[in-house]
């Protein structure tokens, strides 16, 4: 049981690699504190949790409002006493296209909903995790934010995603001393509702950049996510950690 009487906050959790994330970690012990805007699917995750013997709570919102981020540490608090770590995963890639054909609103929403809610949640979740002198944050970043490789039509994506592993590794160094970890996992391409997943030609030309010749299924980069929450990576912190099939080998 890796996460074991540990309370975790996962946002984007109704679906995709949150939902697997909130079932793994909830099969691992975890007090799982479940975010994501969809209130029947996110609703349904959690019932699936509760209704097994785990524990679960969850609230809707976004995760661009300072209000949300502290409302979530809130219920986490409230519900199972305390905060443990967070996986931050919720997030977009948004309109593709070049920089001249991007208006300012196109690249404010996924700055917004990759970056700047990054530091909203960190905002909110610190001060808990700082009060009891440990804890784990993980965002869930991209090999694009690490290696772009030429990929065409994802400045806005990914700037926030390398915004965001510079965020991680800021936050590590000013919060080591005090026993709190941050990390930033960095998968390839994964089979979700939001990577495609009933696209099969898609998937299929995805499939092929990678080295590996497919793609990431959710659970997959889950596991890596327990990792990085878990006592087993304990001397870990400020790491982007590469899941990425081999991406980032074939860009550079």
């Not at 979700?192 to 499939?207: H, K, Q, R, S, V």
């Not at 793609?215 to 304990?234: C, G, N, P, T, W």
Request: with cysteine; hydrophobic share 50%; net charge negative.
């Amino acid at each position: 049981m890796e996460l074991s009487g540990k309370t975790v906050i996962i946002t984007g959790a109704s679906s995709g690699i949150g939902k697997a994330a909130a079932l793994l970690f909830a099969a691992e012990g975890a007090n799982v504190v479940l975010g994501a805007r969809r209130a029947a699917p996110l609703e349904s995750v959690a019932g699936q949790i509760n209704q097994t013997g785990g524990h679960a709570a969850f609230l809707c919102g976004d995760v661009r409002d300072e209000g949300y981020a502290e409302a979530l540490v809130a219920l986490a608090v409230e519900t199972f006493g305390g905060l443990d770590g967070a996986f931050n995963n919720a997030g977009t890639v948004g309109d593709l296209g070049p920089v001249a054909d991007m208006t300012l609103g196109a690249w404010n929403d996924v700055i917004g909903a990759n970056l700047t809610s990054a530091f909203l949640a960190a905002k909110a979740q610190l001060p808990a995790l700082l009060k009891q002198g440990k804890g784990s944050i993980v965002f869930n970043a991209s090999f694009v934010g690490f290696s772009n490789g030429g990929l065409p039509g994802m400045a806005a994506y990914a700037a926030s995603k390398a915004g965001m592993i510079g965020l991680t590794q800021s936050l590590a160094s000013d919060h080591a001393a005090a026993g709190v970890r941050v990390n930033a996992l960095l998968p390839g391409g994964t089979i979700t509702p939001a990577g495609g997943e009933d696209n099969p030609e898609f998937l299929e030309m995805i499939a092929n950049l990678h080295p590996m010749r497919r793609m990431a299924v959710a659970e997959e980069i889950a596991q890596a996510a327990l990792f990085l929450l878990s006592d087993r990576s304990s001397f870990m912190t400020g790491s982007p950690m590469i899941v990425d099939g081999g991406m980032s080998v074939r860009l550079l």
